[in-house]
């Protein structure tokens, strides 16, 4: 009724592992990009003003990454990208910002802008987002 199956060669074990273990580590599977920490838009940033309180900030840019309570007269907001394949490299970026009481004086730094959009575009090549479809009458 049933066949009881039969083992494999211990050799074709062997090489099914190691051409498994050769594949998943020379790049060929494709990995996402995993970006962590505060994602800030153009936009928001180019509205810092001198002068804005620090609810203001809040409001526009969201809660920083680190806002050290023995320091707070600054704040940082920390993302960082993880891409590549084989050896994946990080890069971290950090925007920080400086207060005197609650009102905002200074920035410096780097962010990453408009990821999510860059990334939507990069994701589509692999089908995972649905293709934008003009409209009719010619908007969008």
Not at 49 to 71: E, I, N
Request: aromatic share 8%.
């Amino acid at each position: 009724m049933f066949k009881p199956l039969t083992r494999l060669p211990s050799g074709t074990l062997l090489l099914a592992v190691v051409v498994a273990t050769l594949l998943a580590s020379c790049g060929v599977v494709y990995h996402l990009p995993v970006y962590q920490g505060n994602l800030l838009e153009t936009k928001n940033v180019e509205q810092l003003q001198k002068g804005m309180t620090k609810a203001q900030v809040l409001q526009l840019l969201g809660t920083p990454s680190v806002a050290d309570p023995f320091h707070t007269s600054r704040w940082d907001y920390i993302a960082s990208e993880r891409t590549g394949r084989g050896i994946r490299r990080t890069e971290v970026k950090t925007l920080t910002l400086l207060f005197n009481d609650q009102t905002l004086t200074a920035w410096e730094g780097e962010y990453f802008p408009e990821q999510d959009e860059q990334l939507a575009k990069q994701m589509r090549k692999f089908g995972n987002l649905p293709k934008e479809k003009k409209r009719p009458g010619g908007g969008g």
